[in-house]
C-alpha cells in the first residue's frame, strides 16, 4: 500500500510559480510511474505530467507543456510538479497519482492505483 500527500498548493498571482510535492510513505517511490492531474470545479479530473520510475520519461497535457516541469527524487521519495507562468485557468484540485509497480508512465488517470487528497492550487488574475 502507497500513501500519498501533497503539498506545496496556495494562492498565486498569474505569472507566478508553485512547487507542489507529492511524498510517499509505506513503500519507495523508485518502482512506480506517478502523475499529476487536477480537477476543477464542475469539471473532469484531468492529467498534467507524468513521468517513469527514474524521472527519465515524461509527459505533458498541451495546455501546461513549456510552463510546467514534473520530477522526482527517488531517494526522498518525492514527486514534484513545478509550475511557472500560472495562469487563472490553472486553478484546481492538484492530484498526485502512483502507478502499480514496474509499469510505464500513462496520461491516463484510470492506470493509476494510488492517490493523494489534493492540494488546492488558486491562481488570481
Known amino acids: 500500500q502507497v500513501q500519498l500527500v501533497e503539498s506545496g498548493g496556495g494562492l498565486v498571482q498569474a505569472g507566478g510559480s508553485l512547487r507542489l510535492s507529492c511524498t510517499a510513505s509505506?513503500?519507495?517511490?523508485?518502482?512506480?510511474?506517478m502523475g499529476w492531474f487536477r480537477q476543477a470545479p464542475g469539471k473532469e479530473r484531468e492529467s498534467v505530467a507524468a513521468?517513469?520510475?527514474?524521472?527519465?520519461?515524461?509527459y505533458y497535457a498541451d495546455s501546461v507543456k513549456g510552463r510546467f516541469t514534473i520530477s522526482r527524487d527517488n531517494a526522498k521519495n518525492t514527486v514534484y510538479l513545478q509550475m511557472n507562468s500560472l495562469k487563472p485557468e490553472d486553478t484546481a484540485v492538484y492530484f498526485c497519482a502512483a502507478r502499480a509497480r514496474y509499469t510505464q508512465a500513462t496520461m491516463s488517470r484510470y492506470e493509476y492505483d494510488y492517490w493523494g487528497q489534493g492540494t488546492q492550487v488558486t491562481v488570481s488574475s
Open positions: 509505506g513503500r519507495t517511490l523508485s518502482n512506480y510511474a
Open positions: 513521468t517513469n520510475w527514474s524521472g527519465g520519461i515524461t
